[in-house]
T-cell receptor
Framework: KAGVTQTPRYLIKTRGQQVTLSCSPISGHRSVSWYQQTPGQGLQFLFEYFSETQRNKGNFPGRFSGRQFSNSRSEMNVSTLELGDSALYLC?????????????FGPGTRLTVL | QQQVKQSPQSLIVQKGGIPIINCAYENTAFDYFPWYQQFPGKGPALLIAIRPDVSEKKEGRFTISFNKSAKQFSLHIMDSQPGDSATYFCAASKHTGTASKLTFGTGTRLQVTL
């Protein structure tokens, strides 16, 4: 069974631009969560989607948004990029939103904002 | 507000030693406590997890000890090997049935030397 796929793996943008990251969950998984990982703040929860609906949201500004499609694939968008948005963005999938289900992480997208 | 505190930040042990990583949480509603292992360039992978109704869980060389009254849990790695060199994250979540969100500790970089 293929794992969680994230594209692109690396991305370089400049301040003020916007970016869209993509995540394909494990086949059969319907819940997708996004996390931001930085050396200073560690792993921080961005949001979770299930059945095309945002179920949970972390403490990030409105510039961070996401969506989920009917095939469970998910995208996250960051508008008006800031230098501080440079991070590894991780996507995790699980069969459902139950917290007892293991979340399987993808390799991440490394975003660099110049 | 950091809800899960992890220590130490880094750890060096010799091959065969038993590194211990500690975590403390604040939210008594947390009911699921996983540990993740992350290698450079990879996403975190679930190592072992525990629920608060047990005080200890072993899987292979990895053991979680859980102290509900102290709101603390720890990871022990028996007979550590150089291949265990990685960053370890503790996490916590609460079961809602409709959403899941992992709150992570800040990570411990473990190096196992020969």
């Amino acid at each position: 069974k293929a794992g969680v796929t994230q594209t692109p793996r690396y991305l370089i943008k400049t301040r003020g631009q916007q970016v869209t990251l993509s995540c394909s969950p494990i086949s059969g998984h319907r819940s997708v969560s996004w996390y931001q990982q930085t050396p200073g703040q560690g792993l921080q929860f961005l949001f979770e989607y299930f059945s095309e609906t945002q179920r949970n949201k972390g403490n990030f500004p409105g510039r961070f948004s996401g969506r989920q499609f009917s095939n469970s694939r998910s995208e996250m968008n960051v508008s008006t990029l800031e230098l501080g948005d440079s991070a590894l963005y991780l996507c995790a999938s699980s069969p459902s939103p139950s917290s007892y289900n293991e979340q399987f992480f993808g390799p991440g997208t490394r975003l660099t904002v110049l | 507000q950091q809800q899960v505190k992890q220590s130490p930040q880094s750890l060096i042990v010799q091959k065969g030693g038993i590194p211990i990583i500690n975590c403390a949480y604040e939210n008594t509603a947390f009911d699921y406590f996983p540990w993740y292992q992350q290698f450079p360039g990879k996403g975190p992978a679930l190592l072992i997890a525990i629920r608060p109704d047990v005080s200890e869980k072993k899987e292979g060389r990895f053991t979680i000890s859980f102290n509900k009254s102290a709101k603390q849990f720890s990871l022990h790695i028996m007979d550590s090997q150089p291949g265990d060199s990685a960053t370890y994250f503790c996490a916590a979540s609460k079961h809602t049935g409709t959403a899941s969100k992992l709150t992570f500790g800040t990570g411990t970089r473990l190096q196992v030397t020969l």
